[in-house]
């Protein structure tokens, strides 16, 4: 394991900044690829010389724009290698770019532009123009929309340029190599929008250090190869994947290979092969059910070999969790089997190479983990939050237990509150909040005096100094007797079915506890043709007999673990999928607990009906 203790990490990260480390890349690691659009004949390639000088360019333009420092910029655009020049060049001019969701409501943007106070906005074509028009029009701060397809640029309106434009003069070299040297560790580097699903979004200031701190502890905890190979296939309004898509890349010099549609990320995986792969639950769920689904439909014989394998496999990764030693012999015929029979399976997914596999974002069901570790894939569990810049807590090879999600990072402290809640303090605390509509750059603190962070999640902390998560402070379910119920945990049992998609516990202040149900789309026709069952149309597998009579034993498989007050009584199956647009989920797929109680009222009623 690389070296991560908190003396190593203060050092690596003492005077270094974003600025600083691209202008190394681009002067040691110059023909290196940095950027990768697609895969296959038709893939484009950035190289760090490329992209500094990108973004050299672009700073230019952009102060040509009167972007400065201090002052924010929203940028609407998919994952393409104009998007981290955008971001990178305002890094550069000291301001702070803010990437947004696309699946934001037209009064969430307008939530956004008004609360940032944002200067400059960069949107990518005539369908973020569109979609932006009614934020637009009522931000008093903006001087000037960037769109980067100029197609799309509306005639006769100056305040629109084109991102060709900003980037045809070549910059001064000595200006842009002070504006490189001008930011220190502590200069606030990006804004990061909360997901608001207790109430409106937050706008979480970070700086160099907090993300370099973050990204060179990852490196130090779970080594992967030089300039590793990583997919970027998240939303960069998502904090995971600016630090592990723009952040770490920086800091290790790495290759990012970008997919843009969801559709594609399996392809896109088996091409890229990477080292290490960060995937939320959903994600990590949809991979287990579809070798699920594949390794049901092989022959008996093979199917047998397979079987032992992965119980081997799962029968190690157990006691590793345990923390026990495993005996040499059995550590031993695990390597055979794994590189007989698992790594094929794994090649089949594109994660044979995966030196690091990371969860988090939502709890995981553990039977996902096993399944996962049956094919000899450890996904090992992190916990954080925006303001912790991704991840306070890491679970690692040599110390992780189901059910918990890791020890704090080396330098980084957890303790859990009178009431249960999980406080963190360390140098990947956020520097504070965006204070709305500050004509400077105004922060609000997010910690006491004493510098702990309040992170609104009820946890433990174990005598291992594994900490497990509960559940969301503000989301426990307080039953009419009295009872504290965490929901995450009846969901995720839930989930743990390859059939279930989506699950959402239902009963505060209510007698017992019901829950509402989506079938997973992309797994039910796998698993009707392993069951030999046909389904006619897209609502037809919830009708059918045998789907019916899976998801009923889903629910009492689940009670089975449950205490009494915590079992559910009932439970509807209701058409989906539920997405981020049609109103249930968060833009990085939580639940959105406020709209699910109102859009399914009537059907939560009737499950509550009589009482």
Partial sequence: MASATPLHLSAATEEVTITGLLRRNARDFADRPALTSGTGPDATTWTWSRLRAETAALAHGLAG????RGERMLVAMSKRPEHWAADLAAIHLGALACTTYDTLSTEQLRFVARHSAATVVVLEDAEQLRRWQPALAEMDRLRAVVV??????????????????????LPDEDAFEELTDAPTPETPLTIVYTSGTTGDPKGVVLSHRNVIYESTMQDGLVAVPEHPRTVAYLPLAHIAERVLGIYMPICNAGHVTLCDDPAQLLPTLRAVRPHAFFGVPRVWEKLAAGAQARLAALPPEQAAVVRQAQET?????????????????????????????????????????????LSGAAP??????????????????????SETTGAATVSTPEVFALGAVGRPGPGIEVRSGADGELFVRGPVVCA??????????EIEPATDAEGWLPTGDVGTVDDRGLVAVTDRKKELIITAGGKNIAPT???????????????????????????????????????????????????????????????????ADAN????????????????????????????KLSLRRTAIAELHADTIESMYAGD
Avoid at 334 to 354: K, N, S, T, W, Y
Avoid at 371 to 380: E, K, P, Q, S, W
Avoid at 507 to 536: K, S
Wanted: proline letters at 7%; glycine letters at 8%.
């Fill in 65 to 68: 724009l009167g972007l400065s």
């Fill in 148 to 169: 980067v397809d100029p197609d799309a640029v509306p005639a006769g309106d100056r305040r629109h340029v084109t991102y060709a434009e900003l980037t045809r003069e």
């Fill in 313 to 357: 496999a799962v029968e190690v990764y157990r006691l590793r969790s345990a923390g026990r030693a495993v005996p040499a012999e059995l550590a031993g015929r695990c390597a055979e089997l794994d590189d007989a029979v698992l790594r094929p399976i794994r090649a089949a997914i594109g994660l044979d190479d995966c030196h690091r596999a």
């Fill in 364 to 385: 995981i069901p553990t039977a996902v983990l096993e399944c996962l570790a049956g094919l000899g894939l450890c996904v090992y569990e992190v916990w954080g939050l």
């Fill in 432 to 441: 504070g909040y965006l204070r709305a509509d500050g004509d400077g750059l």
């Fill in 489 to 555: 945990r009846l969901e995720s049992l839930l989930r743990a079915h390859p059939l279930i998609g989506q699950a959402a516990a239902i009963g505060d202040r209510r007698r017992y506890v019901t829950a509402l149900l989506v079938l997973d789309e992309e797994a039910v026709p796998a698993w009707a043709r392993a069951h030999g069952i046909e389904v006619a149309g897209p609502d037809d597998p919830a009708r059918h007999p045998a789907v019916r009579a899976a998801v009923a034993q889903a629910v």
């Fill in 560 to 587: 089975a673990v449950l205490a009494r007050v915590e079992q559910i009584k009932k439970y509807r199956l209701l058409p989906g999928p539920w997405t981020p647009e049609t109103g249930e989920l968060t833009p």
